[in-house]
């Protein structure tokens, strides 16, 4: 970058005299400031630009007015400079208050990203994640969303199965960051669960979906041709078609209505939405978080205790604090935030384990689903019980034998929660 200042003040009038002092214009040279003789002595003296007074400041030169970069790159460098240095999240600078505090705050995070995942993307969610609430601050509470998954294919292909196995790889990617990720139409489901789709666009999609068959192939090539060519659906009303869903949600409704004419409306919209990918997100929310949500409030509220007791003056006062929080965590209701916490661990990659007990672990960690979690979905119940009795003794085994300290503090609350779960199933039985 060239660097600019004022023109260093000198003597006119050789050594020895005293005369009116002149600038000595600075020339950029390769990223270094040279003098140039030549041009000071072209330079005219201070006092005779018309108009100031000798001892005036000079104006702004007009170099520096043209080359406003100088004054941005100070601003906009010591900004990045300090997101780079102090690892700052990436966040707006005119971000209001309020979000910054729901940010801080937040007890679950869902990153929304519409391609895959590059090594700045990760970084930023590190960042990002660097900032907000402790619990929220680990993949066991945090989702990915893949959206806008029709647009990895040409036309009204499917893209499914191109989105299925891209989002499990980025799944892998972002084991550290999220739990899972979840590919969807976005599109797809706003214009189906807010009730977009009137009745004269599913008409509309019933006279595309009476045009030959490829007539139907050259309208749906592109989303040029889908407006501009001759059809009997008026232009306007496919522009908005294409506003709601899209061309790969055209192509989807047409082709159910072109295989069953006598399709009911409810029925397209729900069919469409179920191609949304909405259904999985829902579900996998449900999982994920809605039934720990009062393990990820109550851990909330107890790591708030922990921070009033580390703060406390008085000893007594910080150790009666502490007694309470230990005693909740003992009863066998809050052991899911014991299981919480070393999930954390795990997946943060902070405690290293073989990858099928991460896996269960987690698994344990996320639901109250005895089949989920033990990985046998049709068992019954006595069946569940020795699965979760044998868990629970792999674990213990684990503990003391090969493991590293952390691992065997890890280990051993993993194994107290597959008692705990063989305990529960067999008292629902």
Request: glycine share 6%.
């Amino acid at each position: 970058m060239h660097a600019y200042r004022d023109p260093v003040p000198v003597r006119d009038g050789g050594p020895g005299r005293r005369g009116p002092p002149r600038r000595l214009p600075l020339q950029p040279a390769a990223g270094r400031v040279r003098h140039d003789p030549a041009a000071a002595r072209r330079a005219p003296p201070r006092h005779l630009v018309r108009g100031r007074h000798p001892h005036q400041r000079p104006p702004a030169r007009a170099d520096r007015r043209r080359h406003p970069r100088a004054v941005v790159h100070q601003h906009v460098g010591e900004r990045g400079a300090r997101r780079f240095l102090f690892n700052e999240a990436p966040i707006d600078d005119d971000i209001d208050d309020d979000s910054v505090g729901a940010i801080s705050g937040a007890e679950a995070i869902i990153y929304v990203f519409t391609q895959s995942v590059r090594d700045d993307d990760l970084q930023a969610l590190e960042a990002f994640r660097s900032i907000s609430a402790r619990l929220a601050s680990n993949p066991i509470n945090s989702l990915g969303l893949f959206n806008k998954v029709d647009k990895l294919v040409a036309g009204v292909a499917d893209p499914w199965p191109v989105a299925g196995p891209l989002a499990a790889d980025q799944t892998k990617v972002l084991r550290r960051v999220v739990s899972d990720v979840v590919p969807v139409v976005g599109l797809l489901a706003e214009t189906t669960e807010a009730g977009r789709l009137t009745a004269a666009d599913c008409e509309a999609l019933r006279v595309l979906a009476q045009l030959p068959e490829t007539e139907r192939l050259v309208l749906m090539a592109s989303v040029d041709l889908f407006t501009s060519r001759e059809c009997r659906v008026p232009r306007e009303q496919r522009e908005r078609l294409l506003r709601l869903l899209d061309l790969y949600g055209i192509g989807f409704a047409i082709a159910q209505l072109a295989a069953r004419p006598q399709l009911a409306s409810g029925d397209l919209v729900r069919m469409l939405f179920q191609a949304s990918g909405f259904p999985r997100l829902r579900h996998t929310l449900d999982q994920a978080f809605r039934w720990r949500t009062d393990a990820i409030k109550a851990g909330w509220a107890l790591s708030s205790l922990e921070k009033i007791a580390s703060h406390t003056e008085r000893p007594n006062d910080r150790e009666l604090l502490r007694d309470a929080i230990e005693r909740v965590l003992q009863q066998p209701d809050y052991h899911r935030l014991r299981l919480l916490e070393v999930a954390q661990l795990v997946s943060t990659g902070s405690v290293g384990l073989p990858e099928p007990m991460e896996q269960e672990l987690t698994r344990l960690a996320l639901s109250n689903d005895p089949q989920w979690i033990l990985n046998l979905p049709t068992a019954g119940t006595e069946q569940l019980v020795k699965a979760a009795l044998d868990a629970a003794t792999r674990w213990r085994v684990y503990a003391v034998a090969g493991a590293s300290p952390s691992q065997s503090r890890v280990a051993l609350v993993a194994h107290r929660g597959f008692y705990l779960l063989s305990q529960r199933v067999r008292g629902t039985a």
